[in-house]
């Protein structure tokens, strides 16, 4: 493959180029098809196609661990070229793999992409990756949650692609480097000015964009991630319907082109901004746009954010010249309505009003309110998509996710809620743990592994719920703080709702509803949480109920003025705590019969059976029946 030289070559001087030529195809198929198999994760697919593709050069594997070890220690391959993000290949079982044997790379839908001469299996140290490569071991980072549900061992070797993930969305934005490379060459302009997102573009953004390429009067690639993003962000396809509206009406498409990077974002603050300028060079530019908390995080539980705001631009700023893409650093731009334009925050005379929004004020004060985003902030037809895909706060799904130990009291005001929420009503999903170990998770033990398995699926078929637009309870003991921070990831930030139902141990003892304390102490059965199993409490609960002072109705009701102050439920209808002021509709459904939620048809039937058979099946479970 030759380089054109009007842009700048790729990082190492070529591009990568994994895919099989067409001639040995059929073979390589039918050897493939007689070879055990790795089944990617969706993050591991993304991957293989920037490698496949080149996006990684001059990364050409799955890193071995040398790259591994340099990368993550000194953001370096082993040759010494800068990469500061590893690129591994989790696998959790070593059967059917073999130092100098070939295996098959699989998609998720057991897809075949790739054929993998395995040279290394080696094992992986997660807090070890988590410190050197995030800074933190902090769960709330959404990957080093992630990386718990990572095989312990990476595998690596030289790839022979058959196929490429296939992406039936936006076909007309998919490129590979080549292709863009080709395309911008096409447009005429030796400098290309990159800009990475995740979110959705405003008129700041718009602003910042068009600065950066006339600033250097060159082409401005729109390159959006749309692999894995930050869990809870806007989906893609709202992103890039209105990506495309944006450069459809207010860019030159002389020196704009928009193409989707179907990368998976590490969150990784500065590191992942070098990665991203390494990325974009191999795609043909060599400016990179670094604004403020670029690739950032949420919050960690203290509050405080995973890196500093300024941080990516120091740091890509720092090697720019060894990766010979410029980097573009801008703060945050601010609308200074007086002059109706974008200024740089630090260029505003103090004595100027200015106006800004976070991508959260907007969800929040505006969306959430079914409020019109104002129109300084951003163009009506993102606007409109916004609003399309954010339906005002108390039309939108949530969890309640209610922890604690055995005999806490969890299910009881579960129910209470429940019945609370349809009274007001909401659709409502009841998933209890001792419920889902009859169908769901039947024949789970209470091991580590089986109790977070039973978390997880919780955590999944919850998310499903809450994604379309469902209100879902969940009780579990759901011991570790780990597990329950990875269901947060599933579900979305905003949405998920820790109650911490935090009855002492004395008391669930006493109670015992299901006789397993008594029989934990007589010996007779083990890993009892709170008598020879752990439970974490929650380091950051968004409610405790404490039910020695309050009743279960109490309990209940100081979830329901949760949801209230969060705009789940609106202020001006449904119950109050006598629950007598609800709408005639709702007076008139049986609210056990109502309680499912909006799911697809046999899940809607599934549920709403579950939830009528909740009461007589938690008594004729009886005893035994721990929940997670
Ligand atoms: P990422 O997680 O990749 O940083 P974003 O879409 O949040 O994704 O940001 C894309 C780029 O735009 C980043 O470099 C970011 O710092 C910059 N940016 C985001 N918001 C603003 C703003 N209001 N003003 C200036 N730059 C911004
Ligand atoms: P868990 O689901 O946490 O295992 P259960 O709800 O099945 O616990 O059992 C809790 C027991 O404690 C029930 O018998 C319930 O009647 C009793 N209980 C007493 N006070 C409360 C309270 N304030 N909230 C919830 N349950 C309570």
């Not at 480097?177 to 080709?182: L, N, S, T």
């Not at 390429?213 to 806007?234: E, F, K, R, Y």
Request: proline share 7%; with cysteine.
């Amino acid at each position: 493959m030759t380089n054109d030289p009007l842009l700048i070559p790729p990082y190492g001087g070529r591009l990568v180029d994994l895919m099989v030529e067409d001639e040995e195809r059929a073979e390589l198929i039918a050897r493939a098809n007689q070879l055990s198999s790795v089944r990617l994760s969706p993050r591991s697919v993304c991957d293989l196609e920037l490698l496949a593709t080149g996006g990684f050069s001059p990364l050409d594997r799955f890193m071995g661990r040398c790259d591994y070890l340099r990368v993550i220690g000194e953001m370096r391959l082993a040759d010494g070229a800068i990469f500061p993000i590893p690129v591994t290949l989790p696998v959790g079982e070593t059967d059917g793999l073999q130092i100098g044997r070939e295996v098959a790379l699989r998609s998720p839908k057991n897809e075949l992409l790739a054929v993998m001469l395995v040279e290394e299996i080696y094992e992986w140290d997660r807090m070890q990756e988590a410190a050197e490569v995030y800074r933190t071991t902090d769960s709330r980072h959404p990957l080093v949650a992630e990386m718990a549900s990572w095989g312990r061992f990476y595998i690596s070797g030289p790839l022979r692609v058959l196929s490429l993930p296939k992406h039936y969305d936006f076909p007309e934005l998919r490129h590979t480097p080549q292709q863009v490379r080709a395309l911008l060459v096409r447009l005429g302009r030796a400098n290309v000015v990159a800009f990475q997102t995740r979110n959705p573009m405003h008129r700041a953004h718009e602003e910042l964009t068009r600065r950066a390429a006339q600033a250097v009067d060159g082409t401005l690639l729109i390159h959006p991630s749309v692999g894995l993003t930050n869990p809870g962000d806007v989906d893609h396809y709202t992103r890039v319907r209105s990506y495309k509206a944006l450069v459809e009406r207010y860019y030159d498409p002389r020196r704009t082109l928009l193409s989707l990077l179907p990368l998976a974002m590490r969150m990784a603050g500065p590191r992942s901004a070098l990665w991203h300028a390494i990325i974009r060079r191999n795609y043909g530019a060599n400016y990179l746009i670094v604004g403020r908390d670029h690739a950032s995080p949420g919050r960690n539980a203290k509050g405080e954010p995973f890196y500093g705001p300024y941080e990516a631009q120091q740091l890509c700023s720092r090697f720019s010249e060894e990766i010979g893409v410029r980097i573009l650093c801008y703060a945050d731009m601010v609308y200074l309505p007086a002059e109706d334009r974008y200024e740089e925050r630090h260029r505003v005379p103090r004595s100027a009003k200015s106006l800004a929004l976070s991508g959260t004020e907007a969800r929040e004060r505006y969306l959430a309110c079914g409020r019109p985003l104002p129109a300084w902030f951003t163009r009506p037809e993102v606007m409109r998509e916004l609003a399309r895909a954010y339906p005002p706060k108390h039309q939108r799904g949530f969890c309640i996710w209610l922890t604690g130990l055995p005999s806490a009291g969890k299910s009881t005001i579960a129910d209470v809620i429940a019945v609370k929420l349809v009274e007001h009503g909401r659709r409502v999903t009841l998933l209890d743990g001792d419920v889902v170990r009859t169908h769901l998770s039947k024949g789970l033990d209470f091991s580590r592994e089986g109790r977070d398995t039973n978390v997880l699926r919780i955590g999944f078929v919850a998310s499903e719920v809450v994604r379309h637009n469902g209100a879902v309870i969940c009780a579990a003991i759901s011991p570790y703080q780990a597990t329950r921070d990875r269901v947060r990831l599933m579900i979305g930030e905003e949405s998920f709702i820790v109650v911490f139902v935090n009855t002492p141990l004395e008391v669930c003892e006493r109670r015992d509803v299901k006789g397993i304390y008594a029989r934990a102490r007589a010996s007779q059965i083990k890993g009892v949480t709170g008598i020879d199993a752990p439970y974490e409490p929650p380091a950051d609960p968004d409610l405790v109920l404490d039910t020695c002072q309050d009743s279960p109705e109490e309990c209940a009701q100081k979830v329901i003025e949760l949801l209230r102050e969060r705009g789940f439920l609106r202020n001006d209808s449904g119950v109050r705590d006598g629950g007598h002021d609800v709408h005639d509709k709702d007076r008139r459904a049986s609210p056990l019969r109502l309680a499912s939620s909006s799911l697809v048809r046999p899940f809607t039937l599934f549920w709403t059976a579950v939830i009528d058979l909740l009461g007589p099946v938690r008594e004729l479970i009886g005893s035994l029946f721990d929940k997670i």
